[in-house]
Structures are given as C-alpha cells and as structure tokens.
C-alpha cells in the first residue's frame, strides 16, 4: 500500500488506497453493503460507511452509556486527522 502523505486531504486518496488504510487498521468490510466497515477495539466498537462527501461513524453503545455516538468527517480533512478523530474511540 503506498498512501499519499498523511496530511493530505482524503479526496485526494483513490478508493482502493482508502479501502487498504481501513483495512491496515483492522476494519472489515461489508460483504453486502461495500461502503459499510466494522471495526473493534478492546474498549469500543464502531461501523464507518464511506459517503459521497464524508466518512461517517457510529461507536456502538458501551456499558453506562445510554447511547450511540455518530460523527461525520468531511474528505477535506487530512488522512491524519481523519484517522486520529476515528481510531482514538468514541
């Protein structure tokens, strides 16, 4: 996977690049819905969808929370800030 430096914006990333960065960070893929990714983590877990102009969040409810947390980040933020708002949790 050879990505574009981390700072630039996503838009500027092809959709196969995209999809190996979800990938290395151990996302999986929708069989049915291919814009839908899941991913967990030991202390949370989440479901990305891939819009047209924006990647959308969803961390799933955790013990002593009442509900979900959805975020939505623009493409025309760095790959990097993209990445920290999303991997760090909810």
Request: contains cysteine.
């Amino acid at each position: 996977m050879t990505l574009p430096p981390s700072d630039t914006p996503l838009y500027n990333h092809p959709l196969p690049e995209i999809e190996d960065w979800l990938k290395s960070h151990g996302c999986q893929q929708d069989r049915q819905d291919l814009h839908c990714w899941r991913v967990e983590r030991p202390d949370w877990k989440a479901e990305l969808w891939l819009d047209i102009d924006q990647l959308t969040v969803r961390y799933f409810r955790k013990v002593g929370v009442d509900q979900d947390i959805q975020r939505s980040f623009k493409y025309s933020l760095s790959r990097q800030d993209i990445e920290n708002a999303i991997f760090s949790g909810p």
